[in-house]
């Protein structure tokens, strides 16, 4: 079981609508609780109450000061310098760009590339829900 910690309702329920039936079978995504899981997402609205404790993959706002330990951490905003950025936004699509290559949680190393999706949430919560996708092995 991959444990997912985001605080934001809104995110959460967007994320958890996009996992297949066969990966809520091995996704947990929770609301608090981020000691220990595998993914903990922060948005630049968050309280950050993250203090100490540790996560394997922390995907964070540009910016953003970690506030407990990770195996690694995954930004994304709107430049070239954050692992996921904004390439492009129409009315219904956003594009995103994954910059670096990163590893998911799975161990699997996920290449550099682009990644149309519907824009069912604000900017900020696209690039963090499809973060959590890549993370989860799921943008394919």
């Known amino acids: 079981m991959k444990r997912v ?3 934001d309702a809104v995110l959460r329920r967007w994320v ?3 996992l297949p039936e066969t990966a809520r079978e091995w996704v947990k995504i ?3 609780g ?3 899981a595998d993914i903990v997402v922060v948005r630049s609205t968050d309280p ?3 203090q100490g404790g540790r996560c394997g993959i922390l995907l964070l706002p540009a910016g953003s000061a970690p506030k407990m330990r990770s195996r690694s951490v995954v930004s994304y905003g ?3 310098k954050d692992t996921l950025a904004v390439s492009g936004i129409e009315q219904e699509k956003i594009l995103i760009s994954l910059e670096r290559e990163l590893v998911t949680v799975w161990g699997k190393r996920v290449e550099r590339q682009e990644i149309f999706a ?3 949430l604000e900017t900020e919560g696209m690039l963090a829900g499809v973060g959590v ?3 989860l092995g799921l943008s394919e």
């Open 16 to 18: 958890q609508a996009q």
């Open 78 to 80: 709107n430049t070239g």
């Open 5 to 7: 910690v985001i605080a």
């Open 34 to 36: 981020a000691e220990g």
């Open 133 to 135: 996708l890549i993370l």
């Open 48 to 50: 950050l109450p993250l």
């Open 118 to 120: 519907k824009r069912d």
């Open 30 to 32: 929770e609301e608090i």
